[in-house]
T-cell receptor
Framework: DADVTQTPRNRITKTGKRIMLECSQT?????MYWYRQDPGLGLRLIYY???????NKGEISDGYSVSRQAQAKFSLSLESAIPNQTALYFC????????????FGPGTRLLVL | AQSVAQPEDQVNVAEGNPLTVKCTYS??????LFWYVQYPNRGLQFLLK??????LVKGSYGFEAEFNKSQTSFHLKKPSALVSDSALYFC?????????????FGAGTILRVKS
């Protein structure tokens, strides 16, 4: 969905480095989500936010942090990257009107060496 | 906790034949169920959802899904497969939380349509 953008699209980093993945949306949605995708495991929720002042841990939040800078922006940080954080990361948005339907960004492919 | 299971890692079908991608669910309360598709190097795209009403839900690209409460299933179907339908398909269920809802995804099923 072009209304949800993620930067960077690809990133290679080294163990121990701090890295930030960014998500922006123009859909006007108040809810935003970060997932990681690993082969055979589907998508697992890392963090989610239902409005600017709301942050919630998901299924696999350890080693990650987030910041909701504005309604349209939701960033994911890896404070000290490790190789098992190598994955495909997706941002998604939704609102009450969409009745739980989430709209996904194109993903960020992260490789931690 | 709410969950969905996709029992097949991969489904192979010939072009022009009907296809089915299976999903079963486990929820407390009324289920909200979704299907998403992921093409190579792309994000997930919404296909269809069931909230209430008619058990047969029609979605994008000619796909439909049948909600079966007695079998706790929500299988994705298409009467005639296209090579371009080849992709990774995810079933998902709404998980109601105290402060809002989120989706729980299955592991995904690879669909390969051969010409």
């Amino acid at each position: 969905d072009a209304d949800v953008t993620q930067t960077p699209r690809n990133r290679i980093t080294k163990t121990g480095k701090r890295i930030m993945l960014e998500c922006s949306q123009t859909k006007g949605h108040d809810r935003m989500y970060w997932y990681r995708q690993d082969p055979g495991l589907g998508l697992r929720l890392i963090y989610y936010s239902f409005d600017v002042k709301d942050i919630n841990k998901g299924e696999i939040s350890d080693g990650y942090s987030v910041s909701r800078q504005a309604q349209a922006k939701f960033s994911l940080s890896l404070e000290s990257a490790i190789p098992n954080q190598t994955a495909l990361y997706f941002c998604a948005t939704s609102d009450l009107a969409s009745k739980e339907t989430q709209y996904f960004g194109p993903g960020t492919r992260l490789l931690v060496l | 906790a709410q969950s969905v299971a996709q029992p097949e890692d991969q489904v192979n079908v010939a072009e022009g034949n009907p296809l089915t991608v299976k999903c079963t669910y486990s929820v407390s309360g009324n289920p909200y169920l979704f299907w998403y598709v992921q093409y190579p190097n792309r994000g997930l795209q919404f296909l269809l959802k069931y909230i209430t009403g008619d058990n047969l839900v029609k979605g994008s690209y000619g796909f439909e899904a049948e909600f079966n409460k007695s079998q706790t299933s929500f299988h994705l179907k298409k009467p005639s497969a296209l090579v371009s339908d080849s992709a990774l398909y995810f079933c998902a269920v709404r998980d109601e939380g105290e402060y809002g809802n989120k989706l729980v995804f299955g592991a995904g099923t690879i669909l390969r349509v051969k010409s």
